[in-house]
């Protein structure tokens, strides 16, 4: 496994693989500001290990792919919307299909986790017949009406840190998932900072993680939307999640006419290790109903 790059959509992403490419593709689709090393390997084995070709990647702005040049957004243009953002989730999702077009994935299963969600939901909306099935990890429609974060959680992780070097990147991941991080579930800290520091020794950009939330902020609802499609999914949320409320995941099964939900105790808005297996099974198994298996 190694990191590769290539041209979608007017830019470079980097990306990886496991498996064989002649088995039937997944393609992982990370969240705000978190690069793709944040799906674990053991995660992306397992998936491999069930026969299929696994492709994870960094989204614009993060990670090894092109990192845009705009200024960042003020943290209240943001909030209020009151300006046109830099780019938009749709343009989020056409890197995401011009990385197909580019790996010559005609079709794929995918999978996409929080903002990743919001990605998939609208590659499934504009390009339905490319989507073999659509997993959504603790995500939510774009409806103001659910999803939404507790007040005061959201006010603190949007507020102006300054991180000077590695260690201080690695404490400032620690702090965010003691907040957002599953409580029901082991504190996996030395797997944090591991993430952290490799984070950043492969890039940090603060304005990069404002200009997706940017995206994020100026999202549509896509509810009716998500209605039309006859694809087969999968809604996976923690029912103790503080940043997207299981509500969002909820709307977004019973929006989608062929969804399982899955919810899990404890689970807040990260990847808890001890839950890996079943997210490969769950996810595994949509995928062999999906391909006939």
């Not at 603190?156 to 702090?175: G, H, I, N």
């Not at 940043?243 to 006419?257: E, H, P, T």
Request: charged share 20%; glycine share 8%; hydrophobic share 40%.
């Amino acid at each position: 496994m190694s990191v590769q790059k290539t041209k979608a959509n007017g830019i470079e992403i980097a990306y990886e693989t496991f498996g064989a490419p002649s088995d039937p593709p997944i393609l992982l689709v990370m969240g705000l500001g978190t690069q793709m090393i944040a799906w674990p390997d053991e995660f992306c084995d397992g998936l491999a290990q069930r026969g299929y070709f696994v492709v994870r990647f960094d989204n614009r702005d993060v990670g090894l792919s092109t990192h845009m040049k705009d200024r960042a957004p003020s943290m209240v243009d943001v909030m209020v919307r009151r300006k046109q953002p830099p780019y938009t989730i749709h343009d989020l999702a056409a890197d995401t299909v011009g990385l197909m077009d580019a790996l010559n994935l005609d079709s794929v299963h995918l999978v996409g986790a929080s903002m990743g969600g919001f990605i998939a939901q609208t590659i499934a909306i504009s390009h339905p017949k490319r989507i073999r099935s659509l997993t959504l990890i603790m995500t939510s429609t774009g409806s103001r009406r659910v999803g939404n974060p507790k007040p005061a959680l959201f006010s603190r992780l949007t507020k102006r840190r300054v991180v000077a070097d590695r260690a201080s990147a690695q404490a400032m991941t620690l702090e965010t998932f003691r907040i957002i991080g599953s409580k029901g579930y082991a504190f996996d800290e030395q797997y944090l900072l591991e993430m952290a520091g490799e984070s950043y020794d492969r890039a940090h950009d603060p304005g990069g993680y404002v200009r997706q939330l940017a995206a994020i902020a100026a999202q549509p609802d896509r509810t009716d939307q998500l209605r039309r499609l006859r694809i087969p999914a999968l809604v996976i949320h923690g029912l103790h999640d503080p940043l997207v409320a299981f509500s969002g995941g909820l709307a977004a099964a019973r929006s989608l006419r062929n969804a399982k939900f899955v919810g899990y105790a404890g689970m807040g808005h990260d990847l808890p290790r001890a839950l890996w297996p079943d997210f490969v099974q769950e996810i595994g198994s949509l995928a062999d109903r999906a391909e006939g298996r």
